[in-house]
């Protein structure tokens, strides 16, 4: 007999220190900046707004992922969650360029390689991971942590990073390797799905404004 699907919820964290200066956080551990906690009590709200009780909350290792959830606490959909620490979620090792002013990175290197090793799907990344191959590890986490929890009629929430959200977003769509260039993962956006239930992905996708300011240089 076949079961109500659940909700999927894609929320990228809110900004932190290194986002508000332009900087590649990748794997590093950063604080949210003040806008970032800041922006987390509107994010709940219109969390709210939605009317959608989640069941299950999954972050990644980065904190800036738990401290957003943290701070979303006042949520009422959010009252009886429960949350999961799924590593297969956290964002892309930027290796060499960790830590670089993306800025200066792309006046060194152009726009157009600049353009296609921050946005591309498999261009090298000097001690770092491609788009793909963060694929690689986002795939398999989504088919064993969160689709049987939505085969069960769960709602849940992924709270995760610009990457690693493109990446889940490139299987759910069915989104072309010469396509995903021009998809992003905005912050202080949600992008609300209904999947299919054998395979996962995308039957209904939706994207929520949350009506924070949004800035240019992430």
């Known amino acids: 007999m076949e079961t109500n699907m659940g909700t ?14 332009g900087v590649w956080s990748g794997i590093t551990d950063v604080e949210l900046s003040d806008k970032g906690k800041a922006d987390r009590a509107v ?34 959909v959010l009252a009886h969650v429960e949350t999961v620490l799924v590593p297969g979620f956290n964002e892309r090792n930027y290796g060499e360029y960790t830590g670089m002013d993306k800025w200066k990175v792309k006046e060194e290197l ?25 694929y690689e590890r986002v795939v398999p986490a989504y088919q064993t942590h969160v689709l049987p929890r939505l085969q069960r009629g769960e709602n849940v929430l992924i709270v995760a990073h ?14 072309p390797d010469s396509e995903i260039a021009k998809l992003e993962m905005l912050m202080n956006q949600m992008v609300v799905y209904q999947v299919d239930q054998a395979s996962g992905l995308k039957i209904n996708k939706e994207v929520v404004d949350t009506g924070v300011a949004i800035e240019s240089h992430f």
Not at 55 to 63: G, L, R, S
Request: proline share 2%.
């Open 43 to 76: 994010v709940a709200k219109s969390l709210d707004e939605l009317g959608i009780r989640i069941d299950v909350a999954v972050y990644t290792d980065q904190k800036r992922t738990k401290e957003t959830l943290d701070g979303m606490c006042a949520a009422e």
């Open 8 to 21: 999927l919820i894609l929320l990228r964290h809110t900004e932190s220190e290194w986002n508000a200066k």
């Open 110 to 134: 152009g726009e157009e390689q600049f353009n296609a090793i921050r946005r591309g799907w498999d261009v090298p990344f000097p001690n770092g991971e491609t788009l793909k191959e963060v």
């Open 162 to 175: 610009g990457n690693s959200l493109r990446a889940l977003m490139k299987y759910l769509d069915s989104i």
